[in-house]
């Protein structure tokens, strides 16, 4: 990472990691096909769990509009 924050080159990063660092510039968008599934899982019974549940119900959507965001983030701004 240092390499390209320095300018000496480019170098693939994750949407996320590259957007959140003010010292690197997206060259190009990410290839066709590239996208990340990401999953929250829980056990059955962790589920039933209501402190579980709430942390699901409010992680959930969050990170899901976060990852839409970085996908779709113009690699001007």
């Known amino acids: ?6 300018g000496q ?3 693939p990063f994750p949407v996320t990691v ?3 660092n003010p010292n690197l510039v997206r060259c190009f968008d ?3 096909g ?3 599934q990401v999953w929250l899982l ?5 589920h039933k ?3 579980v549940r709430h942390f699901t119900a409010f992680a959930a959507p969050r990170l899901a509009r976060n ?5 779709t983030r113009d690699p001007a701004s």
Request: charged share 25%; net charge negative.
């Open 42 to 46: 829980t056990s059955p019974s962790a």
């Open 1 to 6: 990472m240092m390499a390209a924050e320095t």
């Open 67 to 71: 990852l839409k965001r970085s996908n």
């Open 9 to 11: 080159g480019i170098a």
């Open 49 to 51: 769990r209501p402190e």
């Open 30 to 32: 990410p290839p066709p």
């Open 18 to 20: 590259g957007d959140a």
């Open 34 to 36: 590239a996208e990340l």
